[in-house]
């Protein structure tokens, strides 16, 4: 077991390292000085002697390997540098952005879930051909309505026609209403349609029928045998569906005019601030990657066929 999790330990780090040195690459060392571009502006009047010593004050005067390791050292200490934009430490903004952020996430995930799991058991356990039908055809609805357009259908049809939300103002709980929605409803479709794949799949296994063999109740074989084997595989589509969480958070705050990182990240890509680009990006692989590591560790604690599996690779 814990060479299991020295090796997933050392897997997380080389993905992090990639993450920062690639992210690195692309927006330090593309043609073209974004101090200069931003700085250049006749507009600002800036001497060529104060914009030498905004190079130097971000350290983009010095070369290209000194930039890199000097960054990477910084992120290691926690210090992420200063925002282009503000001027302010980059933490600081992060920090503003990521409590909203984080609570839209985890709402919008719970929900997701109780949207999935209530498909997939209302289609598994239903004996209507046609009700089975309708249900497992909704995933496939969901994933492809555009986020951004069902923002605006949902404001739209609750906020102007119904009069149900408020567009500006409110209650915490009615600000989160529909940027939740908006949120959940597309990632809740591969859940869904993973997890009625594997109920039905688990269904057709030879314990299931030697249960019902032995007089247990339909329900009974549902909940206590059928859904604890068919969630490994939703557990590793909800690790990958993170990715999906964090790009959906940046469209739905820029929708609903949120203030949160996805809100800091269109800032940040309109005003060309390199460094708080690069640190979301960290900030998102990390988060990846915690999350993924957290699933792999799971695994063995919902199957004992694996963790006899990793015990003896160990």
Same mark, same amino acid.
Do not use: A, E, H, I
């Given at each position: 077991m814990t060479r299991y999790l020295t090796l997933r330990l050392g897997q997380a780090v080389l993905v992090l390292w990639a993450a920062f040195t690639v992210s690195f690459l +692309? +927006?330090? +060392? +593309? $043609?073209?000085?974004t101090i200069l571009i931003k700085f250049l502006n006749p507009e600002l009047g800036l001497t060529p002697e104060q914009i030498a010593d905004i190079q130097a004050y971000y350290g983009t005067d010095q070369p290209a390997l000194a930039q890199y390791l000097h960054t990477a050292l910084g992120f290691l200490r926690g210090d992420f540098g200063y925002s282009l934009d503000t001027g302010t430490p980059v933490v600081e903004r992060l920090a503003e952005g990521l409590p909203a952020t984080a609570q839209l996430a985890s709402a919008g995930f719970a929900l997701a879930v109780l949207l999935a799991v209530t498909i997939a058991f209302a289609a598994s356990h239903s004996r209507m051909g046609w009700l089975r039908g309708a249900l497992l055809a909704m995933p496939s609805l969901f994933v492809s309505i555009p986020t951004f357009w069902l923002g605006i259908l949902l404001v739209q049809v609750f906020s102007f026609q119904l009069g149900l939300v408020p567009v500006i103002g409110g209650t915490t709980f009615e600000q989160l209403v529909l940027p939740v929605l908006t949120l959940a409803v597309p990632i809740s479709a591969p859940f869904a349609q993973i997890l009625a794949r594997s109920l039905d799949?688990?269904?057709?296994? $030879?314990?299931?029928t030697v249960a019902a063999a032995k007089g247990a109740s339909r329900r009974w074989i549902l909940w206590r045998h059928v859904a604890r084997n068919a969630l490994l595989p939703t557990l590793t589509i909800a690790g990958l569906t993170f990715g999906e969480l964090i790009a959906g958070s940046v469209v739905t705050e820029t929708v609903f005019g949120r203030n949160g990182i996805g809100r800091l990240t269109e800032q940040a890509v309109t005003s060309q601030d390199t460094p708080v680009m690069l640190a979301i990006v960290v900030l998102s692989a990390t988060a990846f990657v915690l999350v993924n590591l957290l699933v792999d560790l799971l695994y063995p604690v919902l199957d004992p066929r694996l963790k006899s599996k990793v015990g003896a690779a160990a």
């Open positions: +692309l +927006l330090r +060392l +593309l $043609p073209g000085d799949q688990v269904q057709t296994q $030879p314990f299931v």
